[in-house]
């Protein structure tokens, strides 16, 4: 597999030393990784199929775009760089193993677009990264690992350390850890200038980097999930369907009192009435969801949605369309009910 990596990507000897020999920052390099898995850590090895799979497909058809970001894989000083040229070489070759006609963009403006009955379809692709605060800390943490290591007692070689991450930045005050999150993700590119006002336009977030292998879970895009008991809120769902004053549950018992109900403080995104954002593709390692926003006046067109079923790992149990039935606004405003009556249960 790594072979067909190298292939792909037309590494030479020095490049795949160069990379070889970075060090662990807030994480391996994200081409190092592909290159260098570790062992049983099956995540890993889906990731690099993923890949290999959509460079199988830009080889065909896109080989210059594919060149041209070589430079930003091979970038060793921001590993930010390599993992968000990743991101965008899985979301083009998802969409070219769908079937669908795509074309990159060079200059300012959406990643890509896809043509559909002669309308144009923008996408934009965003590989989320830890928090800075976070990342500086974990790096700051393996470099001191390191130097424990070189240390310590040479007969067993062996560092044990403990690192407390919160990937999305510790919480404000009045926030708990799951709304603080739901705000990291309803603000990805918030600015939409990159987004159209006449054209049908889609964020796509890829998050098969390493950092994300515990927000790597199809059930956070529900509105809400349970586990031993408690109920936790979808960051996912939150983000961008969720209102001001929305109830977030983090670990939410029926069996206490103690339970303390955080209020979401901000809109989600598709209930902003700025927003230009019509749908959001989610690429996990073993999941790809769809959330369409349900207010949208331009919205995804049926004769798209057929050829997004095709994607890889499309998920449409998980996904929130309103293709076939044209009813997600009704779903959502049913959803929002049950969280309501959720949160106002007597103890």
């Not at 290999?52 to 594919?66: G, N, P």
């Not at 929305?246 to 303390?260: E, G, K, M, S, Y």
Request: one cysteine or more; charged letters at 30%.
């Amino acid at each position: 597999m790594t072979d067909q990596l190298k292939q792909f990507l037309e590494l030479s000897e020095s490049e795949i030393e160069n990379i070889r020999n970075t060090t662990i920052k807030d994480r391996c390099h994200p081409v190092k990784r592909l290159l260098y898995p570790r062992e049983g850590v099956e995540r890993d090895f889906q990731v690099i199929k993923n890949t290999e799979t959509a460079l199988r497909h830009l080889k065909q058809h896109h080989t210059q775009w594919l060149m041209n970001l070589k430079p930003r894989l091979l970038n060793i000083d921001d590993y930010s760089t390599s993992s968000g040229a990743l991101g965008e070489i899985r979301a083009l070759g998802y969409i070219l193993q769908a079937g669908i006609s795509v074309e990159s963009r060079s200059r300012d403006g959406a990643d890509f677009w896809v043509e559909d009955n002669q309308e144009k379809v923008w996408i934009e692709v965003h590989s989320k990264q830890f928090y800075d605060e976070e990342s500086e800390s974990l790096e700051n943490f393996y470099n001191d690992l390191r130097n424990e290591r070189t240390e310590s007692d040479r007969k067993t070689g062996l560092v044990i350390g403990e690192h407390k991450t919160v990937p999305f930045g510790k919480p404000k005050k009045d926030e708990n850890v799951t709304a603080n999150a739901i705000r990291k993700l309803c603000a990805i590119k918030e600015r939409e200038h990159q987004m159209s006002t006449e054209s049908t336009s889609i964020l796509w977030l890829d998050f098969q980097d390493e950092g994300w292998e515990l927000l790597d879970k199809v059930e956070r895009v529900l509105p809400v999930r349970t586990w031993n008991g408690a109920f936790d809120s979808g960051e996912f769902w939150y983000a961008f369907y969720g209102w001001k004053d929305a109830p977030i549950f983090q670990d939410f018992r029926l069996d206490t009192v103690l339970n303390r109900v955080v209020k979401m403080g901000h809109k989600g995104r598709f209930r902003k009435s700025t927003t230009k954002l019509d749908g959001v593709i989610i690429s996990f390692s073993r999941n790809t969801v769809i959330l369409e926003n349900p207010f949208s006046k331009k919205a995804i067109k049926p004769s798209l949605w057929k050829k997004l079923t095709f994607l890889p790992w499309f998920n449409f149990e998980y996904s929130y369309t309103n293709w076939p039935a044209m009813n997600l606004k009704q779903r959502i405003e049913l959803e929002k009910q049950k969280l309501i009556e959720l949160s106002s249960i007597e103890l």
